[in-house]
C-alpha cells in the first residue's frame, strides 16, 4: 500500500500497484494495441470552429483551406483528431448548426475540393477529420422541408413533425424551445404547426419515419467514403418527441427568455433514441470510425445508456459532469473523475466548446489566470480517458462576449439579452500573432478580436517556455510517449487533501504521479514512495519552481508536478 502525506496529514490510500493493468480497456479486431485499445482511445481531439480558426481569402470568416495551413501547427502541438464544427451549406442562422445540405461544403468555406485536400493533408500528417452530424434537425431551406412544407401530401411531408393546433392561435402543447418561445411555429401554406426544438429555422426531423433514418444513415457513408473518421452528433437528447405530444411538467421560475421552466419529460432523452444510436454505431464499425455525443447526461446512470449494453453505442459520449465543476475544489473533481471512471465506457473529458464560457473564465481568478489555464490542462490531459480541447484553450484565450446587445451575433444572445449574451464571447478568432487581427485574417473579423491578443497569441507563446502553450505541447508529448499516461489505470491518492489532487497512473511497472496544486499557496506533499520499492519522481513537466525532494513533492500556488516515480 502507498501512503501519501501531506505535512500536517498522514493518510493511507488503496492499493494500486495490483490493478495496474489498464482497466476499461474493449477489445476489437481494430485494436491498435495489446491493451485492446482503438485509435480514439489514443488520440487527442480538438474542436475547430471553422469561422473563427484561420481565414484563408480574407473575407473576415474562418475557412477550410484556412484550417488546411494550420494542420501543422496542430501536429506540433500534439492534436491527433480533428473535430470541425459544422461547414455545410447554411443560411448560418444558428452559424452551421442550421444545414441545408449535409453532403456539401457551404461557399463560404471553400468547396468539395477544399475538403479534400484538407483530408489528404491531414491523412498525411496522422491527424484524422471528425465532422459535426446535426441530427435532430435540418435549415428550414433544405430541400426535404421546403418540400415538406409545401402541401400536405408532399413526399417529404412526414419527414418532419407537422400537427394541427389545440385551437385558433394555439400550438399542439406546452413545450418550448431551448432558444426561446414556443417550439411550434405555424405554417401558411398548410395551415399546420411544426416543431422546432432550437430555432423556427431549425425544423426537427422525424426519425420514426424510416426514410429520414435511411438518408441520415446514408449521409454517413457518403462522408466515411471522403475520408471522415466520425462524427460528433450534435444535440442526441433531443432526436424524438413524445408521438401522443403530451403536455411537459412546469416547474416554477422562467428562464432567460422569460419561458417558465419545464421539465423535458416527452421531448428530451426518449429511450427510441438508442435505437438510432445503435444503427449509426454499426455504420461507423464498418469504417472503424468513432461516434462522439453532445450528450448533456445528469448523471453516470444516463452516461452509461449512451455507451449502450456492450459498448454498441457511442464509444465517446460527452461527459459535461466535468465542465459543471464551476470552481477549483479537488473534492468535486475527485468525485466527477471516480464517477466517469465507474461508468460502462471509456472517459472522454472535456473543459470547453462553442456553446459553454471557456474553461480559462470559469476557473481563472482574473489574476492567476496563465497558471490555473496549466493547472486545468495538467488535470484532463493527464487523466484515463479521451481529452476533447477547444481551439485557443492553449494559449488562454478568454472568454470575451459583447458588451452591448447591438453587437451581439449569436440570435440567443439579441433574444436573451441581458441575461442571456448568447455565445459570441467563447467564438472569437483565433489569435494566431500580435499583427492586425491577431494574424486571423486581413479583413475586418465577423467577430472582434479579443485585445488578449497581444499577450495571448500563439507566436509569442511558442517562444516562450513558461507560456501556457508551451505547457500544453509538454503535457501532450508525454500523454503520447509515455505508457502509464497512455494506458495505465487511474488511483486517486490522498483523497481527503482540500488544496491538492493527486493520483497516480500506472501501468505495470511503471508509475506516474500527478499532484495538481488547486489552492493560491505553496504546498508541500509527502509520499512514501520507499514502501513500494520506488525513492523519488523523476519530474517529467511541472510549472514554475514545483519540484520534488526525495519523498516531498513542493508545488506552487495553481501549480502542476508531474513525475514518473524512480528506484
Ligand atoms: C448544439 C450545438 C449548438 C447549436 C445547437 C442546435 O447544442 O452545439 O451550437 O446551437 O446544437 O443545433
Redo the contacts with the bound molecule.
Sequence with gaps: MLVLRKVSQIISISAFLCVSIAAGAQTSAKAVDAEGHQWWQHAVFYEIYPRSFADSNNDGVGDLKGITSKLDYLKDLGVDAIWI??CFPSPQV??G??VSDYEDIDPMYGSLTDFDTMATEAKRRGIHIIL?F?V??SSDQHKWFLDSKSSRTAAHRDWYIWRDGKGPNQPPNNWTS??GGSSWKLDPTTNQYYYH???AA?PDLNWRNPAVKDAMFDVTRWWYKRGVSGFRL??VDTLFEDPQLRDNPVLPGKNAFGDPHEESKYNQKLPEVHDVLRGLRKVADEHNAVLIG?TWTADIAELNKYYGEGNNELQLPMDFLFTKVDKLSPAEFRKQIAAVNSASGWPTFVIS???IVRSYDRYGDGQHNDQIAKLMAGLYLTLRGTPIMYYGEEIGMKTTPPTRKEDVKDP?GKTGWPKEKG?DGERTPMQWDESDNAGFSQASPWLPVPPTYKTHNVADESKDPESVLSFYKKVLKLRHTNKALLDGNYTPVNENDQNVLSYLRAYKDQVVLVALNMSGAEQKVSFEMSKHGFSTAKSLAATGKSSVSGEVVTIEPYGVFIGQLTK
Design positions: 464544427s459544422p444558428d452559424f448548426y442550421d459535426d446535426v435532430n434537425h431551448i432558444f426544438m432550437f430555432y431549425q450534435d444535440a453532445e466548446n462553442h456553446d440567443i455565445r
